[in-house]
């Protein structure tokens, strides 16, 4: 879908309600300050900040200010993962014990470690809240040996900041790399996300406490989660999250490969069993609102709330920065404002028609209505390839195919993903099976 352009975003009326929602938004939950950042496509397209980065300096926030930005960081750690499964480096259906041996959860798979569904306690067993300072590698290995499971693996969604600290030390045994390092090398550097840091940097904006009882705040300290902080160590701009979001949504295959995004959203787990309206992917909340399902993050550490959330089917995507650690829903709010965006989208241009290439001799005797249990299927040759529809509901029971050698067709995308077409030229004509049901030229 189309989205205004830089020059039309900022001449209509977007900025300004933005910049009014996020005022409202501050003032209403009292935080310091808060950064909103609209984009499409990697490029920011409104921007509204209000307050102070730093109250006792009375320096305001900005767009280029830096936020800690927590969880957020744990799609970072979750694309390097599916990096290293695209790659054959790491299996994410292979239990733990096959990198860690010898660990008492060693049976879980690393998938789960990625969904939230393994059903490890939600904490390493530190002290980590109170001396605001994580375990080195050797300490946390220590404590794996004080574990405990909480549910079965698979059983139910249980949010677990030790799965994705036990995950960074995976990607440690299998490349020989600290994990933030490799995340830097791999994904921040050729992305040029330059504002985006393992430490605070010089911008870095101050995290609060809010007072209960007066207008007040109350500055946190700064926390070093060490061997954990694959999971919530980073800080970032608005800036930087719009062009990351834009990855996540499949916007940059040459860092990210569409296969690997699309693991990441695809459902793992379901969150909200009761309404269906939050579920959790490969490293991405799954969030569905009215038609739409958006996909993201949120962070949470001390002094920071943060919300990245997008919308893949318009390519829009929010980011929401605050430097309190309570005080904003920045999910409901990046969800309010994705919406707000959404609305101001000009209609899908139509495009001319123009003939796709010519289509293969052999694929032309494939083309056309085919029957299959009372339903009639048509195969047809576009630009990028074999499709096949149901006449019956030729939305929902589209497929795509990629030819993977003489007489086999592999559905790629769509209805019975995976299944393969078979073709087979006989005297008599051409038979076709698909998912091992027979196809005929009439119905039968």
């Given at each position: 879908?189309?989205?205004?352009?830089?020059?039309?975003?900022?001449?209509?009326?977007?900025?300004?309600?933005?910049?009014?929602r996020v005022v409202e938004a501050q003032s209403t939950a009292r935080v310091p300050s808060l950064t909103v950042g609209v984009g499409?496509?990697?490029?920011?397209?409104?921007?509204?900040?209000?307050?102070?980065?730093?109250?006792?300096?009375?320096?305001?926030?900005?767009?280029?200010?830096?936020?800690?930005?927590?969880?957020?960081?744990?799609?970072?750690?979750?694309?390097?993962?599916?990096?290293?499964?695209?790659?054959?480096?790491?299996?994410?259906?292979?239990?733990?014990?096959?990198?860690?041996?010898?660990?008492?959860?060693?049976?879980?798979?690393?998938?789960?470690?990625?969904?939230?569904?393994?059903?490890?306690?939600?904490?390493?067993?530190?002290?980590?809240?109170?001396?605001?300072?994580?375990?080195?590698?050797?300490?946390?290995?220590?404590?794996?040996?004080?574990?405990?499971?909480?549910?079965?693996?698979?059983?139910?969604?249980?949010?677990?900041?030790?799965?994705?600290?036990?995950?960074?030390?995976?990607?440690?045994?299998?490349?020989?790399?600290?994990?933030?390092?490799?995340?830097?090398?791999?994904?921040?550097?050729?992305?040029?996300?330059?504002?985006?840091?393992?430490?605070?940097?010089?911008?870095?904006?101050?995290?609060?406490?809010?007072?209960?009882?007066?207008?007040?705040?109350?500055?946190?300290?700064?926390?070093?989660?060490?061997?954990?902080?694959?999971?919530?160590?980073?800080?970032?701009?608005?800036?930087?999250?719009?062009?990351?979001?834009?990855?996540?949504?499949?916007?940059?295959?040459?860092?990210?490969?569409?296969?690997?995004?699309?693991?990441?959203?695809?459902?793992?787990?379901?969150?909200?069993?009761?309404?269906?309206?939050?579920?959790?992917?490969?490293?991405?909340?799954l969030e569905r609102r009215h038609d739409r399902i958006a996909a993201g993050h949120t962070g949470a550490m001390p002094g920071f709330?943060?919300?990245?959330?997008?919308?893949?089917?318009?390519?829009?995507?929010v980011v929401v920065l605050s430097n309190a650690t309570r005080g904003i829903r920045a999910a409901d709010l990046a969800l309010e404002?994705?919406?707000?965006?959404?609305?101001?989208?000009?209609?899908?241009?139509?495009?001319?028609?123009?003939?796709?290439?010519?289509?293969?001799?052999?694929?032309?005797?494939?083309?056309?209505?085919?029957?299959?249990?009372?339903?009639?299927?048509?195969?047809?040759?576009?630009?990028?390839?074999?499709?096949?529809?149901?006449?019956?509901?030729?939305?929902?029971?589209?497929?795509?195919?990629?030819?993977?050698?003489?007489?086999?067709?592999?559905?790629?995308?769509?209805?019975?993903?995976?299944?393969?077409?078979?073709?087979?030229?006989?005297?008599?004509?051409?038979?076709?099976?698909?998912?091992?049901?027979?196809?005929?030229?009439?119905?039968?």
């Amino acid at each position: 879908m189309l989205v205004l352009n830089r020059e039309e975003f900022m001449d209509s009326d977007f900025q300004a309600a933005l910049s009014a929602r996020v005022v409202e938004a501050q003032s209403t939950a009292r935080v310091p300050s808060l950064t909103v950042g609209v984009g499409a496509r990697g490029v920011q397209l409104a921007a509204a900040s209000v307050g102070y980065a730093d109250v006792e300096n009375s320096i305001p926030a900005t767009g280029e200010s830096s936020y800690r930005i927590g969880s957020i960081t744990k799609t970072f750690t979750a694309a390097l993962a599916l990096l290293l499964v695209e790659r054959g480096e790491l299996i994410l259906d292979s239990p733990v014990g096959r990198y860690l041996p010898g660990t008492p959860f060693s049976h879980l798979p690393v998938r789960m470690l990625l969904s939230h569904s393994s059903g490890l306690q939600r904490e390493a067993p530190s002290d980590m809240w109170q001396s605001m300072h994580g375990p080195s590698r050797t300490e946390l290995r220590d404590m794996f040996e004080r574990t405990e499971l909480v549910g079965a693996p698979g059983e139910r969604w249980h949010y677990s900041n030790l799965g994705y600290a036990v995950l960074g030390q995976i990607i440690e045994e299998v490349t020989s790399q600290p994990c933030d390092a490799l995340i830097t090398e791999t994904l921040l550097n050729p992305l040029g996300l330059n504002q985006t840091s393992w430490a605070p940097p010089p911008n870095a904006v101050v995290g609060y406490r809010l007072d209960p009882h007066i207008d007040a705040v109350h500055r946190e300290p700064v926390m070093d989660q060490a061997a954990i902080g694959v999971g919530g160590q980073m800080w970032s701009t608005s800036g930087d999250l719009l062009r990351w979001g834009h990855v996540l949504g499949g916007g940059d295959a040459t860092v990210l490969p569409l296969t690997v995004v699309k693991k990441m959203h695809t459902l793992q787990v379901m969150v909200d069993t009761v309404g269906w309206t939050r579920g959790w992917g490969l490293g991405l909340i799954l969030e569905r609102r009215h038609d739409r399902i958006a996909a993201g993050h949120t962070g949470a550490m001390p002094g920071f709330q943060s919300a990245l959330m997008l919308d893949r089917a318009t390519e829009l995507t929010v980011v929401v920065l605050s430097n309190a650690t309570r005080g904003i829903r920045a999910a409901d709010l990046a969800l309010e404002i994705l919406e707000m965006a959404a609305a101001v989208q000009q209609p899908t241009p139509v495009l001319p028609w123009s003939p796709a290439p010519p289509c293969p001799e052999h694929i032309q005797p494939i083309l056309g209505s085919w029957w299959s249990e009372a339903d009639e299927v048509v195969f047809r040759w576009e630009r990028d390839g074999l499709y096949a529809s149901l006449l019956s509901d030729p939305v929902a029971g589209g497929t795509h195919f990629v030819e993977e050698g003489p007489g086999r067709f592999r559905a790629v995308e769509g209805r019975l993903q995976g299944e393969l077409l078979e073709v087979d030229r006989k005297p008599s004509g051409i038979e076709m099976r698909w998912a091992t049901y027979p196809l005929t030229r009439t119905p039968r």
